[in-house]
T-cell receptor, first 113, second 111 residues
Framework: DTAVSQTPKYLVTQMGNDKSIKCEQN?????MYWYKQDSKKFLKIMFS???????INETVPNRFSPKSPDKAHLNLHINSLELGDSAVYFC????????????FGSGTQLSVL | TQLLEQSPQFLSIQEGENLTVYCNSS?????LQWYRQEPGEGPVLLVT?????EVKKLKRLTFQFGDARKDSSLHITAAQPGDTGLYLC???????????FGTGTLLAVQP
């Protein structure tokens, strides 16, 4: 069983569209994250949720809206997609929060045309 | 915000060669994690180092934490094609104690 699973694996869409990426973890972890990896492979945190509560919200455009219906799920909705949103988005989880190892999903490659 | 600089940025070597990659910061690390990311996958934790001067071994991989806890290195002995991937160091920092990743070293081991 995959510990952290995200769907879809690939997402190709037009500028201006709205899209969602879903993430689920079956590890029983309390904390989930969204990271963005750019074309230079730099991995940067976007959001963090602890037990459905938003903990970290980096300087991300408000077109990005995370939603955590329960502590095992963290979805990412993106409105009005722009060319610069093209990247690989990773979901991750950790047992509690700080000072712990992260378990990552296999990523969603988003291409905005 | 703490910046973790990794070097080299890219490394292409032949199978059987040895290599070292570095992770440096101007700030002191509380602890440091090393991850490997294979193509098409997410990063996977290799090791966490905590104590200055600490050395940890994972098969052919040797991780060292600097005495002053401001730098770390990863040495791979007799590299194999399966070692190919992006090596990332990471440290918890910032006002919200988030996991911050380094700039990465992309390693390609040719058979």
């Amino acid at each position: 069983d995959t510990a952290v699973s995200q769907t879809p694996k690939y997402l190709v869409t037009q500028m201006g569209n709205d899209k969602s990426i879903k993430c689920e973890q079956n590890l029983g972890h309390d904390t989930m994250y969204w990271y963005k990896q750019d074309s230079k492979k730099f991995l940067k945190i976007m959001f963090s949720y602890n037990n459905k509560e938003l903990i970290i919200n980096e300087t991300v455009p408000n077109r990005f809206s995370p939603k955590s219906p329960d502590k095992a799920h963290l979805n990412l909705h993106i409105n009005s997609l722009e060319l610069g949103d093209s990247a690989v988005y990773f979901c991750a989880s950790s047992l509690r929060g700080s000072d712990e190892k992260l378990f990552f999903g296999s990523g969603t490659q988003l291409s905005v045309l | 915000t703490q910046l973790l600089e990794q070097s080299p940025q890219f490394l292409s070597i032949q199978e059987g060669e040895n290599l070292t990659v570095y992770c440096n910061s101007s700030s002191v690390f509380s602890s440091l994690q090393w991850y490997r990311q294979e193509p098409g996958e997410g990063p996977v934790l290799l090791v966490t180092v905590v104590t200055g001067g600490e050395v940890k071994k994972l098969k052919r991989l040797t991780f060292q934490f600097g005495d002053a806890r401001k730098d770390s290195s990863l040495h791979i002995t007799a590299a194999q094609p399966g070692d190919t991937g992006l090596y990332l160091c990471a440290n918890y920092g910032g006002a919200t104690n988030k996991l911050i990743f380094g700039t990465g070293t992309l390693l390609a081991v040719q058979p």
